[in-house]
């Protein structure tokens, strides 16, 4: 990625301009997205799709839109996922295949955060179903 932002954006762009768009097509419900996953970890998420791949990579560029991307390489330097920084502070990265289930997954980092957009940290897994 060169020196802009995501998306070829005029400016670095905090998480909260970009929830409300999103949200749209991923409701949030109290900070968070999806249905609570199969732990009893509340901030363990699923979203349900057809394409659970592609949902997630939507998911993805929409949400880091605006942000600082950088590539997650394996060992032999293949891309598995991309992380962004927001200007607020918040981490947002994209797994293809997340280590816990094998799912494509999305994690959400808002500890540094000075705009969450009223998101909260969570890990969302894309599983297979209907959107």
């Given at each position: ?28 419900k ?65 797994r ?36």
């Amino acid at each position: 990625m060169g020196l802009g932002y995501k998306g070829d954006t005029g400016h670095h762009h905090s998480i909260s301009e970009n929830v409300s768009d999103l949200s749209k097509d991923y409701p949030v419900k109290n900070g968070f997205f999806g249905t609570p996953g199969n732990t009893s970890d509340n901030h363990v998420r699923h979203i349900e799709s057809s394409d659970p791949a592609s949902t997630a990579k939507d998911f993805y560029d929409r949400l880091a839109h605006g942000g600082k991307e950088s590539d997650i390489l394996d060992k032999s330097g293949n891309k598995k996922g991309a992380t962004t920084k927001m200007a607020d502070g918040t981490v947002v990265t994209w797994r293809e295949v997340s280590y816990s289930d094998g799912s494509p997954a999305v994690d959400i980092n808002i500890k540094k955060s000075t705009d969450s957009g009223g998101l909260k940290t969570q890990k969302i897994h894309f599983v297979k179903g209907e959107l």
